[in-house]
C-alpha cells in the first residue's frame, strides 16, 4: 500500500511570523510531497527486483530508501512538533527527564540550538528517546538519515534544510531555529511521543 502525504495539523499560515504561508506550502506540499512519491516509487521498484529476482539495481535503492522514507518520517514528526503560541518551557514527564539527562531546559535548548545551527549544509536537529540507553540524545543529522544511533524515536526535530527557513531568514538560520524553539515546539506532542517510545 502507498504511503500518503498526511495533511498540516493547522493551516498553512498558522505559524506566521515564524514561518511563513509561501514556506509552509512549498514545504509541505512539494518538497515532503517530494519524499512521499520518491519512498513509493522505490518501495516500487524493489518489489520489481524481487519479482524479477535482479538484484544488481539495489544499493541505489536503498540508499533512496534511506533518504525519502527518512525525509517522510521527520517531516510528518517535524509538522506535528510545532503549533501558534508553542514554546515556552517544557512540560509534562518529559521535563523532568530533561533535567535528569541534561541538567536543565535551558542546557537542552543550548544543545539543541548548537547542533542546529552548525549543521554543515542540509540537516535536522534531533531531541530522541533511546530505550536501549534509557536516556535522551541530542543529534545532529545530516540530510536525514546520517550519523544516527540505531533505535533512537525521534521525539522533537528541526528541518534546518534551506527550504524550511530561506524564503523568510535567508541566511539568518540562527533567528529561524531560535523562533521555532522559543515560539513553535508542541511540548505536549514531544510528551505524547515520549510515552509512546518508553512504552515501546
Ligand atoms: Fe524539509
Redesign the pocket.
Known sequence: MAYELPPLPYDYNALEPHIDEQTMRL?HDK??AGYVTGLNTTLEKLEQARANGDFSGVAPLLKNLAFHGS?HVL?SI?WTNMKPNGGGQPSGEIAGRIERDFGSSDALRGQFLGAANTIPGSGWAILGWHNDLQKLLVLQTHRHMDLTVWGITPLLVL?M?E??FYLNYQNRKTDYSQAFFDNLVNWDNVNERFQRAKNG
Open positions: 514545504h518538497h515532503h525525509g517531516h517535524f528541518d534544510w527550504h524550511a
